[in-house]
């Protein structure tokens, strides 16, 4: 199972992206990041994008995981 953290996980792709994930046998989601001070830190990453609660709160950094799939801004991408 390859552990997964998506950067930008609160816009629209990276909500999309959690969804998949979260359907995908073969991934773990391990991380849900947005920049510091984004208005959806510590709200469960499910929640956000729809599809109920699935024990991931988005967070300011990821720490265990395989695979980053990074769909923050430019500057975002920066800072990780």
Do not use: W
């Not at 990276?14 to 849900?32: P, S």
């Amino acid at each position: 199972m390859t552990k997964l953290a998506i950067s930008g996980a609160a816009g629209r792709m990276g909500q999309r992206l959690i969804d998949l994930g979260n359907q995908d046998v073969q991934l773990k989601l391990t991380g849900a990041v947005e920049a510091a001070g984004h208005p959806k830190l510590g709200q469960d990453a499910g929640d956000v994008c729809g599809i109920g609660p699935i024990g991931l709160p988005i967070a300011e950094a990821y720490e265990d995981c395989e695979v980053v799939i990074d769909f923050s801004s430019a500057a975002g991408a920066q800072k990780a």
